[in-house]
């Protein structure tokens, strides 16, 4: 999370009309907005948000709660920021890996290409869920975030359109959403566990995902090479 949180706050400016956001800014406070951005994220992931306050930030941050509120005037605030910051490398990183580029490789290759990027994101930022998940996050989060999960389904529709163009529109919306679901719920379980363990639920997801979309694109896409069989040399 660090990165994307240095990349958000090295943007400054922002209107300080804008309601939920932070105070206007000005350079010498950008590292600290980051340093409360990412404090934010730890607290959010070991608390919960709605257990979270703004003292606890501070706090987890190594700063005075007056210090923070030059900064944000709520843990609202704070929570809108840093879910701007989440969505912008979450935009970033499925636009890379849902390029028309990668959709001629055998589906073993595809799985890797789409999947390795997304899951990395998810690993490497758990406030991600937290933020976009929770119940009493505020609505702007869950707004910005509901777009851009439509916007992400429609972008799988499309991929599945040129696969299969004589499928049904139903068809295809189907399966890109249970495809997602699929995703989501095998990344709650890798963000459950560490190490070799995640490792392997990794590998079960992406067999998982093989196993569902292989009779569904596996006709239309090409095949991987087969192995060759090493061979003893002759005596």
């Keep these: ?18 309601a939920g956001k932070p105070r206007r800014r ?3 406070g950008e590292r600290r907005i980051a340093q409360i951005l990412e404090a934010a994220g730890r607290v959010f992931c070991t608390s919960g948000y709605t257990a979270a306050s703004t003292n606890s930030i501070a706090r987890e941050a190594g700063v005075s709660p ?5 900064f944000f005037p709520n843990k609202e605030a704070i929570a809108v920021e840093l879910g701007d910051v989440l969505l912008t490398r979450w935009r970033t990183t499925y636009g890379q890996a849902l390029t028309p ?3 001629d490789l055998p589906l073993p290759e595809l799985l890797d290409t789409v999947l390795d990027p997304l899951i990395t994101f998810n690993c490497e930022n758990p406030a ?5 998940h929770g119940s009493e996050i505020p609505g702007q989060v869950t707004e910005k975030h509901d777009a851009l999960h439509s916007t992400l389904l429609t972008r799988v529709e499309e991929m ?6 004589e499928a049904p529109q139903a068809e295809r ?3 890109a959403e249970f495809a997602f679901a699929l ?5 709650d379980l890798i963000l459950s566990h560490e190490g070799e363990e995640r490792e392997a639920y990794i590998r079960e997801l992406k067999t998982a995902m093989f196993r569902y979309l292989e009779p569904v694109v596996g006709d239309v896409l090409p095949r991987c090479p087969p192995r060759l069989e090493s061979s003893a040399p002759d005596s």
């Design 101 to 103: 580029t990668h959709m």
């Design 173 to 175: 919306t189907r399966t």
């Design 26 to 28: 000005q350079a010498r």
């Design 66 to 70: 007056g210090t923070l509120y030059q």
């Design 1 to 18: 999370m660090e990165r994307g949180v240095q990349d958000s706050a090295t943007k400054g400016g922002g209107d300080p009309a804008d």
């Design 128 to 132: 991600f869920p937290v933020l976009m």
């Design 160 to 165: 599945l359109g040129s696969y299969l163009p």
């Design 183 to 187: 995703f989501m719920g095998g990344m």
